[in-house]
């Protein structure tokens, strides 16, 4: 690769001034898109600096029940990949489009398969994505379709969990580019009071192996929590806690203004505590 | 007469998974990573029990003396005469202690448990029938059970709730999506993901990620097995047809997987046809769905144009279901098995025709099988020879099926 992505330069420019990088998660389509458009704009104002973009899906086995009720409700209302699509590429080419920091694609396989890789990643190309999370694809499947999304310019994201055994981390250092995301937790999606401690032990191992920058997740919700994977890791995913608050959205534009300042507030101390140099 | 007297052309083989989990392009593993180290080692642990003839022995008196195997491959002899057509036999898996040929897979399944030096198992369960097979077995090993249902199948099949629970089972209710058997499994996969060190999953169905598949297969293979041989043993010959049902597909993969290389025996597979062919009306995954991925593997599916997983209806909950064993597709596309509908109405009326005439109440599952023998099997030469799984009985259908007659119990 001659030019490096725009997530690894991401990651590059962070640490090159000793930051971490915090990462929300939100659904798109809870309640309906044009929200999910004003809270990635918001976040986006608060200073994140990637975006993890879900997209619904009716059988989303890696994820916990809040993600699980945001994903429902999305389909309920008749979403589809397409109006996901068309309103990131609204965002993305828009008068603000330069202000939105890079987007990552979570998005089950079924869904990528139905669609068929190709159209699936050339809709997320041309909608401004810079990367897709595949959790369902494990390395030993994902290779055809990481390159696929690799000739395309973006980067294919591979995950590591506490049960990966040191062979599958080789495998997984060699088929994934853009971040690693290190899932802290055995189990899916949902916030945690406390991290575990072997994650440590996980992360530094995964250092030596890969140049890719390592990104936690699962089981993240407290900008206390950052202080711990300080020098460990290159940045901090945050999804449950983000997305929780979306139960709380309905069609009332008051309600929405106030629920999407509540999670800007939050983004910001997040973004002040992964920026925070020691 | 039917094309089934002549040998099929087909390229299956029975040499199928391979070491990645392939049925030629299906099946395989799209799960989470948090999963693929447990399954690489139930694979493994899989393996090295295959080769063990101790786990085999223990298997098989367990299989004789706690399950009562083998089961009558019965000569239906008044259904003969009332269609007037083919010899009909009857798997009678519906003898087997609890009711149903899913007891075949989880006494070998808890016998892994051990093996693995595991103590907590996990299942998902529809109609309840896998349920309370995996409460029997863990009762049996003393091993804590917990068994993921969906609100709206608790409510349907009280009865199995209740025998689960006096087995020592916790049966917990699954509220998310539309509370039913494809949500149950996906709840039992989280859990699995977040104790995996500690407990087994008993999937119920020929359905999952490598090596369920093919495990499940295997141990419900002894349902061929010995219907091949019984055959052998009355008839002097092979049977033209066998038939079965096909929901995630266990009991007919089970019946088939023996006879997949015997060309001149005509597989038949039964899905639930439900109301008819309209989308949300029926579960014929086979029939009417497309390829896509589905709880870790690919396989048919029925699924919207996104990928998103479709309502699918059936009368029968244990056919209620909007995939299909890998191996099934497989076969489906190598022309091995053929697969057919039947709707409701058409199993309930067999079920009162089985009742009627041989004093056996069927399983609703199993009476969609029966539908198709009574649908063919009269058209079919004196000399052949039809083989229907009756993979399960009818006592927990009685008052779903008295409802559907307008009969108060």
């Known amino acids: 690769?001659?030019?490096?992505?725009?997530?690894?330069?991401?990651?590059?420019?962070l640490k090159a001034q000793g930051h971490m990088a915090f990462m929300p998660f939100v659904t798109v389509g809870d309640p309906d898109v044009a929200t999910s458009m004003a809270l990635i704009r918001e976040l986006a104002s608060r200073g994140v600096d990637l975006i993890e973009v879900g997209f619904p899906y009716s059988d989303p086995i890696a994820d916990g029940p809040v993600i699980q009720a945001s994903y429902t409700r999305a389909l309920s209302r008749g979403l589809q990949v397409n109006d996901i699509f068309s309103g990131i590429q609204q965002l993305t080419s828009g008068p603000d489009g330069g202000k939105i920091p890079p987007l990552v694609a979570m998005v089950s396989y079924a869904i990528v398969f139905r669609i068929g890789t190709a159209a699936f990643v050339e809709g997320a190309k041309t909608a401004g994505f810079s990367g897709l999370i595949i959790p369902d694809l494990p390395a030993d499947e994902a290779g055809e379709v990481a390159s696929e999304i690799r000739k395309a310019g973006l980067d294919a994201v591979q995950l590591v969990a506490p049960t990966t055994t040191p062979v599958r981390e080789d495998r997984i250092a060699e088929t994934g580019s853009g971040f690693v995301y290190c899932i802290s937790i055995a189990g899916t999606t949902g916030a945690r009071d406390q991290l575990p401690e072997e994650l440590s032990g996980q992360l530094k191992r995964l250092r030596g192996k890969t140049s890719l920058p390592l990104a936690v997740g699962f089981g993240v919700s407290k900008p206390e929590q950052v202080g711990t994977l300080r020098g460990l890791a290159d940045g901090v995913i945050v999804g449950s806690a983000i997305v929780r608050q979306l139960e709380r959205l309905s069609n009332n534009s008051e309600a929405t203004l106030h629920v999407l300042r509540d999670i800007g507030d939050f983004a910001a101390k997040m973004v002040a505590a992964t920026h925070a140099t020691r | 007469m039917t094309a089934a007297v002549a040998a099929r052309k087909h390229s299956a083989s029975s040499q199928v998974p391979d070491l990645s989990g392939r049925f030629g392009e299906f099946g395989r593993r799209f799960v989470p990573e948090t999963l693929m180290q447990a399954l690489e080692q139930l694979t493994a642990e899989y393996e090295e029990a295959q080769r063990d003839p101790e786990f085999q022995r223990e298997l098989n008196g367990l299989l004789k003396n706690f399950v009562g195997r083998p089961n009558p491959l019965y000569f239906a002899e008044r259904l003969t005469k009332h269609l007037g057509g083919a010899k009909i036999y009857l798997k009678r898996e519906d003898l087997n202690h609890t009711g149903a040929h899913k007891i075949n897979n989880t006494m070998?399944?808890?016998?892994?448990?051990?093996?693995?030096?595991?103590?907590?198992v996990i299942a998902e369960t529809g109609a309840g029938q896998h349920g309370v097979a995996t409460a029997t077995a863990c009762a049996r090993f003393g091993f804590e059970c917990v068994v993921y249902m969906g609100e709206?199948?608790?409510?349907?099949?009280?009865?199995?709730?209740?025998?689960?629970?006096?087995?020592?089972?916790?049966?917990?209710p699954v509220t998310s999506g539309s509370r039913t058997l494809a949500d149950a499994i996906n709840e039992a996969m989280r859990d699995w993901m977040g104790s995996v060190e500690h407990t087994h999953y008993i999937i119920g169905s020929v359905v999952g990620p490598h090596p369920f598949p093919m495990i499940v297969r295997d141990f419900q293979s002894i349902i061929g097995n010995e219907t091949r041989q019984q055959c052998l043993d009355l008839e002097g010959r092979l049977p033209n047809e066998v038939i079965a049902c096909v929901g995630?597909?266990?009991?007919?993969?089970?019946?088939?997987?023996?006879?997949?290389?015997?060309?001149?025996?005509?597989?038949?597979?039964?899905?639930?046809?439900?109301?008819?062919?309209?989308?949300?009306?029926?579960?014929?995954?086979?029939?009417?769905?497309?390829?896509?991925?589905?709880?870790?593997?690919?396989?048919?599916?029925?699924?919207?144009?996104?990928?998103?997983?479709?309502?699918?209806?059936?009368?029968?909950?244990?056919?209620?279901?909007?995939?299909?064993?890998?191996?099934?597709?497989?076969?489906?596309?190598?022309?091995?098995?053929?697969?057919?509908?039947?709707?409701?109405?058409?199993?309930?009326?067999?079920?009162?025709?089985?009742?009627?005439l041989e004093g056996i109440l069927p399983a609703i599952e199993s009476s969609h099988a029966i539908a198709q023998a009574l649908k063919t099997a009269g058209q079919r030469s004196k000399d052949d020879i039809v083989v229907i799984c009756l993979s399960g009985r009818g006592d927990k259908d009685v008052y779903e099926v008295a409802r559907l007659l307008g009969k108060e119990i």
Do not use: C
Request: glycine share 12%; proline share 4%.
């Open chain 2, 152 to 172: 709206e199948d608790i409510r349907r099949q009280k009865l199995n709730v209740f025998n689960m629970k006096m087995m020592g089972a916790e049966v917990r």
């Open chain 2, 248 to 356: 995630g597909g266990s009991n007919s993969a089970g019946m088939f997987y023996p006879f997949v290389e015997d060309d001149s025996v005509a597989l038949t597979g039964v899905e639930a046809g439900g109301r008819g062919p309209k989308p949300g009306d029926h579960a014929s995954t086979l029939s009417f769905g497309n390829k896509g991925v589905l709880h870790g593997s690919y396989s048919y599916v029925l699924q919207d144009a996104d990928g998103q997983t479709m309502p699918v209806h059936s009368i029968s909950a244990g056919l209620d279901y909007p995939g299909v064993g890998p191996e099934h597709s497989y076969w489906k596309d190598s022309g091995r098995v053929n697969y057919v509908n039947i709707r409701d109405d058409e199993a309930l009326a067999a079920f009162q025709t089985l009742a009627k």
């Open chain 2, 108 to 120: 070998g399944q808890v016998l892994l448990t051990r093996r693995m030096g595991k103590k907590r």
């Open chain 1, 1 to 13: 690769m001659t030019t490096p992505t725009r997530i690894a330069a991401t990651f590059a420019a």
